[in-house]
């Protein structure tokens, strides 16, 4: 019987990583953002509702980050800050990852919930030069 108990723990591990694969079966859950100098691409623009693990690339050779903004407003009409217009107001802002050296990838999970989403870099005078990119979550 003492043999057993070790069969039951691997059983159990694989039975976890099954019902893991088996929720990404209703959508990705896992979307990777590409910045560079200056753009924001992602692997799709239409996520599933509900946590999402966003993976920040940064290709370029400056510092980017990734702030996600819940907002009806088109991506390209964020209104700069009032105090310092070389960044624009976080409107409805649900998280970020912030400031990804050049060459890294950083990783975090958001709650998402139906509706419209811009995702912008905050960085000095980077909404400017066109890092925007909106995205919807159904
Ligand atoms: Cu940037």
Redesign the pocket.
Known sequence: MKKLLPFAAIAMLVLGACAQAGSAQNGPAKVTVT?S??S?KMTQTTLPAGQVTFALK?D?K????LAILKTDLPHNKIPARVEDATKVQEIGIIGEIEDVEAGLTKTDVFDLVPGNYVLI???VS??Q?G?HLAFVVK
């Open positions: 910045m100098e200056w924001v940064n370029g400056l510092t980017h980050e870099c905050n960085e980077h909404y030069a890092m």
